[in-house]
């Protein structure tokens, strides 16, 4: 009887656990269901600026002529959308980037505003439509040809004010920082971005005086670093020129020293253009540069974005007192896209 009655026992408790179990789970399933239909979190309809959260303001540009755009508006925290519709208004406040260079210090960058005349906006004004739970976007603009290399750039976007509801204080200011300028180039040094040959003419060239050995003036565009150009004597007028079928943008060019003597290299010279081979714009001008290294190519990057037909690269001084003579493997120019 004993061992009867503890078999019913426990078979009664395994139905009652059972039922509990089934009981607890409906509730569970019906409380998810309702709670599905009505879901809130605690800063429901906080506002707030998603380029201020952590870097998604931070810009990689490519220094290149065409505009580079950024945007920027609020959103709508919580499960829920915009019941009415929300205007926003924002400002740029460069006073904020002296206390942004104090708190980040330690980076050792020391950041500058973005000139007036380098960036245009859209707009400060926005909104956010009922039902929405993001804002029209209002369009940061940026030519970065207009900025300088090596510098670092803040512009702060501060969310001033909105129609209806809260914003989140930590997150209403977006810091649009540009801290590097990407480059990508092309070498346009004996076609242009169709395919068309470039000419290429000099003012002096000792080749007929003796055999060429590789070191006329045409293998200064020959794009083989085992040749160069090579003058017995040095000229302060001289000169190399390439001329395009159809006015081409350089905004670029690189030097490439000779193999031997370093006095013989170009120190200084400046790259001039012209749209008609008379009047010429100097577009770049060195002084007093030397390369250490052998075979070493410099890249001379230029603010020009104008498109011109001839190049004329003057070389107005040499490592050797303007006397001697002067060599160099390669020149080559390039423009940026």
Request: with cysteine; hydrophobic share 35%.
């Amino acid at each position: 009887m004993n061992h009867l009655k503890i078999e019913f026992d426990t078979s009664i408790r395994k139905k009652i656990f059972f039922a509990l179990v089934f009981f607890i789970s409906c509730g569970v399933f019906i409380t998810g269901c309702v709670k599905n239909a009505s879901l809130y979190s605690p800063e429901e309809g906080l506002l707030y600026m998603p380029q201020a959260y952590q870097e998604r303001a931070d810009l990689s540009l490519y220094y290149i002529t065409d505009t580079q755009t950024a945007y920027f508006g609020i959103a709508y925290t919580g499960f829920n959308s915009a019941a009415k519709d929300i205007t926003a208004n924002f400002v740029v406040d460069n006073s904020l980037i002296e206390t942004y260079n104090e708190l980040n210090a330690y980076t050792g960058n020391v950041y500058y505003p973005i000139p007036d005349s380098a960036y245009s906006l859209s707009g400060l004004t926005t909104v956010l439509s009922a039902g929405k739970t993001s804002s029209q976007p209002l369009a940061l603009n940026i030519l970065a040809h207009k900025l300088q290399f090596g510098t670092h750039y803040l512009l702060p976007i501060r969310l001033l004010s909105v129609s209806d509801g809260t914003f989140d204080t930590t997150l209403d200011i977006a810091y649009f920082k540009i801290d590097t300028l990407l480059i990508r180039s092309k070498d346009i040094t004996n076609h242009d971005s169709t395919g068309a040959s470039t000419s290429f003419t000099y003012n002096y060239d000792d080749a007929p005086s003796h055999s060429d050995n590789g070191e006329s003036a045409i293998h200064l565009v020959d794009s083989n670093y085992t040749t160069k150009y090579l003058l017995f004597t040095f000229h302060p007028d001289m000169y190399v020129q390439l001329s395009y079928p159809q006015p081409t943008v350089v905004n670029a060019y690189a030097i490439t020293s000779g193999g031997d003597a370093q006095e013989r290299d170009p120190k200084s010279w400046n790259l001039a253009a012209s749209n008609d081979g008379t009047n010429w714009t100097v577009i770049d001008t060195q002084t007093n540069q030397s390369f250490p290294g052998r075979l070493q190519t410099i890249q001379f990057n230029t603010t020009n974005i104008a498109a011109y037909k001839y190049y004329r690269w003057n070389i107005t001084a040499n490592n050797n007192n303007n006397s001697g003579l002067f060599q160099c493997t390669e020149f080559r120019l390039l423009q940026f896209y």
